[in-house]
């Protein structure tokens, strides 16, 4: 990427870094997906490469004719891409793009409003835990049990130790087999968390 050719750069900074499988709206992929669902799946489908990387003459031919095929697959995405076969991409519908619209305004809600935190500002600091994806902040019970994490899983660890390798008088075994299910820690985490306003 250091040695990236200037035009090639400028090109990526002015946006053309992604493709079109088909048409419609927001529904551009990455180069390289592209590159993996055309080119590579016929190299890797039935006919293509597969099989033929042992047989040194067979992979030699299949090589001089791939520009041949290849320009041949071009040619007839496109004429079929022009009659209408693939004209949008299959999530483009009113139902999607709804439920697009719907998050949209929830994340701008977020945004905006009083209950989010910059989880990351280095001049204001949040004074609490803070969820790191929403920015919102642990309600009290969450954040008094992710401080007590390391004290939970302490005593979790030394009753696992107890009742698995310790032998009972009474039975002359331990309590628990060591395969047995292992208690649940029940520690509270930021999934548990609403919003939560900076005055509370």
């Known amino acids: 990427m250091q040695r990236i050719p200037s035009d090639l750069l400028e090109s990526f900074q002015n946006g053309h870094f992604v493709a079109k499988l088909t048409n419609g709206t927001f529904n551009s992929v990455w180069i390289d997906y592209v590159l993996e669902v055309t080119e590579n799946k016929a190299l890797k489908s039935s006919g293509g490469i597969i099989g033929l990387t042992h047989q040194d003459t067979a992979l030699a031919r299949w090589f001089l004719s791939r520009p041949l ?12 891409a022009q009659s209408g076969t693939c004209r949008s991409h299959h999530t483009d519908t009113a139902f999607h793009r709804k439920a697009f619209n719907i998050d949209s305004d929830k994340l701008s809600e977020l945004f905006t409003s009083d209950s989010f935190i910059d989880p990351f500002s280095v001049t ?39 009742e698995r390798f310790v032998i009972d008088d009474s039975t002359e075994r ?9 208690q649940k820690s029940k520690i509270k985490t930021m999934s548990k968390s609403v919003a939560v306003a900076p005055s509370q």
């Open 124 to 162: 204001s600091p949040p004074e609490k835990l803070v969820n790191f994806a929403t920015g919102i902040r642990a309600a009290a019970d969450v954040q008094c049990s992710l401080l007590k994490w390391h004290d939970t899983g302490e005593d979790l660890f030394l009753k696992f130790a107890q």
């Open 174 to 182: 331990p309590q628990k087999g060591f395969y047995e299910p292992v």
């Open 69 to 80: 095929t290849a320009e041949y697959s071009l040619s007839f995405s496109e004429k079929s």
